[in-house]
Nanobody
Framework: QVQLVESGGGLVQAGGRLRLSCAASGRTASSYKMGWFRQPPGKEREFVAAISGNGGITHYADSVKGRFTISRDNAKNTVYLQMNSLKPEDTARYYC??????????????????WGQGTLVTVSS
């Protein structure tokens, strides 16, 4: 059973940066499309970024384009989310997720069937 474990969250001032990591157990994890989602306090879960299995295709939410970068190291079975120029509105619990189906990289959370427990990011003003 593949498991996803996020790390790297914490408290940072506005304008700062953090890098989140998502470690996946299991060799087949390198073939999965991966995504990052977030859930701000009192709000619905929302898409942040997604990446194809080989890392060649990425998608971003408009709210993070130009500030966040998703990447992956399949040799380490790890997906990253580099977050720069953080804003207070980026405060949320960030979740890593896997889409184990074939096909294009999608952004809807309904397409991702494996989720981590999340890591909390707090951006102070």
């Amino acid at each position: 059973q593949v498991q996803l474990v996020e790390s790297g969250g914490g408290l940072v001032q506005a304008g700062g940066r953090l890098r989140l990591s998502c470690a996946a157990s299991g060799r087949t994890a390198s073939s999965y499309k991966m995504g990052w989602f977030r859930q701000p306090p009192g709000k619905e879960r929302e898409f942040v970024a997604a990446i194809s299995g080989n890392g060649g295709i990425t998608h971003y939410a408009d709210s993070v384009k130009g500030r966040f970068t998703i990447s992956r190291d399949n040799a380490k079975n790890t997906v990253y989310l580099q977050m720069n120029s953080l804003k207070p509105e980026d405060t949320a619990r960030y979740y890593c997720a896997a889409d184990r189906t074939l096909g294009p990289v999608l952004s809807g959370p309904q397409y991702f069937d494996l989720w981590g427990q999340g890591t909390l990011v707090t951006v102070s003003s």
